[in-house]
């Protein structure tokens, strides 16, 4: 355990309006790997990933991205040290196309955004790198589309596709399949699995076949506890998650 | 000596107490509009001058202020409920950006109409006879139409205030305020409550315009020079708080009632300096929200 | 917005493709139009003529700056005649102090000045959109009259400033404009206005910074977690758009030879924002067509009533009611309209 965590959260607390959401967590997450973050709901799975893409300030604690303290940083800060996020409640430039919504991931990621004298028409290996973006998430037929007109299924992938344009060192999916039909989960599975590659991954998701599928170690939430830590099989065994969580959505 | 200091200073209060109250006149109908609406209202201080013209002509007829003082806000406000049948109404859910568009509109049009029926020139509005006198303590001569004006505003505090917070009435807007949807389906017109509002707000405007008129006069430029003024009062005091208006109010009025008997020349800048006082200390506004 | 890469687009769709590249050229064609009639104007229309173009392309560049905040970020500033006037105000001062330079770069240096003093003032306005912004920005523009009106010594006050243009006006060591003319001066206005007009176009329509801008105009939340600095992005839009409008200022200035408090009043502000929506907000050059169109009413219609303004506003409030796109809106979706059954009979 002598190397550094990616992302290491120490005592973190946060409260809204008196009332704590998360108490005292302490949280190591390994680059490289695949963390899936379960939990019921107003466990505080959403509040954690707020206050680790700087959406919250927290009460208590700090943050340290790469041992370094990021708890200071604004989200923008954070994002270009390597975090990206998607997001529970859809967030896409809605009145632009899907290629439009990528390349803006792109722009930013490349560090070409602030440049006034490349001429957006010319930036060939751009237009090249998000129709692979598009194409990767299977939205290589829609970079015409408006992203507020595509299919809801389709406009989830294109959240995550411009998670995936910025290849970030630690990807954040904030209940990725939420909505999706069992197919469309299927197919988002599959897309995952294969793009994710080295990539770390802080997965929050309800329904366990996602979270079963993608993640090598998974942390239980409680009332803003960690209740528990272990591997799929670990957990899937845990008499107390099956009581706290499991149990809640067999019933 | 000594008495000199404290005339300076019954008279400074009283400056400062009229000020305050005035500005707060002003602002207030804004306010309430655009903190229970959701409508920012950049007419809203043509509605103050038309207060000032309407009163001018209902005075010049009748003979009476106070004819003037009843007559011309209630006119002011039937206008405002057509306004708002007719224009507003369109525009509760379509954002800042075209209520800002089409009410700027609006005062351009106010602006020019009344400048087609009252001319280009400036006109004074006579104190009833009543208040036209002045009075003396501690050695300062106060004008008697001021302590008036602090009394309108008080009167005018205390019903707002009992108005929202004692009735029944008050309780629906503010709950309209809030959640129409709900206050619909519990069988309430929120389109009524919303008009009624509305219609408070300009009244509200109206009443100050006729209050300033024997003080400075009805003029072509009263609007835009009374909307920089209630635009502060509304930012600093954050945005659509009451509360936060009438103390702004009050900050103006210090700073105007005081400063105007050191500094007068520089009496133009004022505001600005409360405006930046404020948002350098509070850069949301005294009571305004932090996100939004 | 800029339309997405025809290379990209032809592959998946051409027909579309060939849509969208067939709006992009026309648009390119009528801008280019335009500024050719602008530039011809002195050997087509009269003395008169020219003096109130000259009028309407300065209000038309300061409505284009306006716009930019307003298109590309969506903030309404009811306070731009703020950076117009102060602009006025220098450039009138530099003449009268240094008439032994280049005029050109007196006025580059008063544009330069003006996005000074945007970066510094957008810094407070910017910090939050919506009302709160368009609110700040009119208090600003108040004090800035109100410093105008007060400081007699720099500005006139209520006089103004007149004869502060030189006799002879130094375009270039060693190449003087003796007493120019109505046309020459047109010209020369047009010379600076037009490169830096379309160099603000470029970079928004063109550039990557441009399409960063957009992106935070349509999604602030998502462009921060996407690495943007939202506020700065903002704030550089503000300072471009108050560089702008003290370039228009400066123009005005020595357009009309005369500065008063008129062109930094809160109205003046309100004008701006009429003639920018009246022309169109949703194309760069709509609110130039709405400073002529402005110019032309104004002159047209005074001669029948003195209260044309009246009319103005009301169709302002009709604008804004039904055709938010303004002219050049009602004439693009005209134009959509026309092209749409020509576009289905080639699919």
């Known amino acids: 355990m002598s190397e550094t965590p990616l992302l290491r959260l120490d005592g973190i607390a946060k409260a809204f309006a008196g009332t704590p959401v998360l108490v005292d967590l302490d949280l190591s997450v390994r680059a490289g790997e695949r963390r899936g973050l379960i939990g019921p709901n107003g466990a505080g799975k959403t509040t954690l990933i707020n206050v680790i893409t700087g959406a919250h300030q927290p009460d208590a604690g700090d943050i340290l991205f790469r041992g370094k303290s990021i708890r200071r940083l604004p989200p923008h800060r954070r994002n270009r040290l390597g975090i990206s996020r998607s997001f529970q409640i859809l967030s896409l430039f809605g009145e632009m196309t899907v290629g439009e919504n990528i390349r803006n991931a792109i722009l930013r990621y490349r560090g070409l955004h602030v440049s006034p004298r490349r001429l957006l028409r010319r930036l060939d290996t751009i237009f090249t790198e998000v129709a692979a973006v598009a194409e990767m998430v299977g939205l290589g037929r829609a970079l015409q589309e408006r992203a507020d007109n595509l299919p809801y299924g389709m406009q989830r992938r294109l959240d995550i596709a411009l998670v995936l344009a910025q290849q970030p060192e630690l990807i954040i999916l904030d209940e990725p399949a939420a909505g999706l039909s069992a197919a469309e989960t299927r197919d988002l599975i599959a897309v995952l699995q294969a793009t994710i590659g080295k990539r770390t991954l802080i997965l929050v998701e309800h329904d366990m076949d996602v979270v079963y599928a993608l993640s090598d170690r998974i942390t239980v939430l409680d009332y803003g506890l960690v209740l528990t830590e272990g591997t799929p099989a670990e957990i899937n065994a845990n008499p107390d998650v099956r009581r706290v969580y499991l149990g809640e959505e067999a019933a | 000596m000594s008495s000199h200091v404290a005339s300076l200073l019954v008279a400074g209060s009283l400056d400062a107490l009229t000020y305050w109250s005035l500005a707060f006149m002003v602002a207030a109908g804004l306010t309430v509009v655009f903190g229970m609406l959701g409508f920012l209202n950049a007419a809203h201080t043509s509605f103050y001058m038309l207060g000032g013209y309407v009163a001018y002509t209902v005075a010049g007829a009748t003979g009476s202020f106070w004819a003037a003082l009843l007559l011309a806000p209630l006119l002011v406000a039937v206008t405002g409920v057509i306004l708002e049948r007719l224009l507003f109404a369109k525009l509760y859910r379509a954002g800042h950006a075209s209520q800002l568009l089409l009410t700027i509109g609006l005062a351009y049009v106010i602006a020019e109409a009344s400048k087609l029926v009252w001319g280009d020139s400036a006109f004074a509005v006579a104190p009833p006879p009543s208040l036209a006198g002045r009075i003396t303590v501690l050695g300062a001569t106060l004008p008697v139409y001021h302590l008036f004006i602090i009394g309108a505003a008080m009167v005018l505090v205390c019903v707002i205030a009992a108005l929202l917070l004692g009735t029944r009435l008050g309780m629906v807007i503010r709950a309209a305020s809030v959640h129409p949807e709900m206050v619909g389906a519990l069988g309430f017109k929120v389109r009524d409550i919303y008009t009624l509002v509305f219609a408070v707000g300009l009244y509200l405007a109206a009443f100050a315009g006729v209050v300033m008129a024997p003080l400075e006069g009805v003029y072509p430029a009263m609007a835009d020079d009374a909307l920089v003024q209630a635009f502060i009062v509304v930012v600093a005091g954050g945005l659509g708080s009451l509360p936060g208006a009438f103390i702004v109010a009050g900050l103006l009025g210090l700073v105007q009632g005081f400063g105007s008997v050191f500094f007068s020349a520089y009496a133009m800048f004022f505001p600005f300096t409360v405006l930046g006082g404020v948002l350098l200390f509070r850069p949301v506004g005294l009571f305004g929200a932090k996100s939004a | ?347």
């Open chain 3, 1 to 347: 917005m800029t339309a997405y890469p025809d290379a990209l687009a032809e592959a998946r769709s051409p027909r579309r493709a060939q849509v969208l590249n067939l709006h992009a050229t026309v648009e390119a064609l009528v801008t280019v139009a335009l500024l050719a009639v602008l530039v011809a104007a002195p050997a087509l229309f009269s003395r008169a003529t020219i003096n109130d173009l000259g009028q309407a392309v300065c209000l038309g560049l300061f409505a284009i700056s306006f716009n930019i905040l307003f298109k590309y970020s969506g903030l309404l500033s009811f306070g731009h005649a703020a950076f117009f006037g102060f602009a006025a105000y220098t450039q009138a001062l530099l003449l009268q102090s240094f008439a032994g330079l280049p005029v050109p770069l007196l006025i580059l240096a008063t544009g330069l000045s003006a996005s000074v003093l945007g970066y510094l003032i957008g810094q407070i306005c910017v910090r939050r959109s919506g009302a709160y912004f368009s609110m700040t920005t009119l208090a600003i523009a108040a004090l800035f009259y109100a410093v105008a009106f007060k400081w007699h010594a720099a500005t006139g006050g209520t006089d103004g400033l007149d004869s502060f243009m030189p006799s002879s006006l130094m375009l270039l060591p060693r190449w003087h404009l003796d007493s120019p003319g109505i046309s020459e001066t047109y010209l020369l206005v047009l010379a600076i206005l037009i490169p830096v007009a379309v160099a603000a176009w470029a970079l928004l329509e063109l550039t990557p910074f441009g399409s960063a801008v957009v992106a935070v105009k349509h999604n602030e939340k998502r462009a921060a977690f996407l690495g943007y600095d939202t506020h700065r992005v903002k704030l550089a839009n503000f300072t471009l758009a108050a560089g702008l409008a003290g370039v228009a200022g400066a123009l005005w200035a020595i357009d009309n030879s005369f500065v008063s408090t008129d062109s930094i009043d809160l109205s003046f502000s309100t004008t701006v924002v009429i003639i920018a929506f009246l022309g169109g907000s949703v194309w760069f050059w709509g609110p130039l067509i709405g400073a002529v169109v402005y110019i032309a009413a104004s002159d047209w219609l005074s001669a029948l009533t003195p209260h044309w303004q009246i009319w103005l506003g009301l169709a302002f409030i009709l604008v804004v009611l039904f055709a938010p796109g303004g002219i050049t809106g009602l004439v693009k979706s005209l134009w959509r309209l026309a092209l749409r059954p020509q576009a289905a009979a080639n699919v």
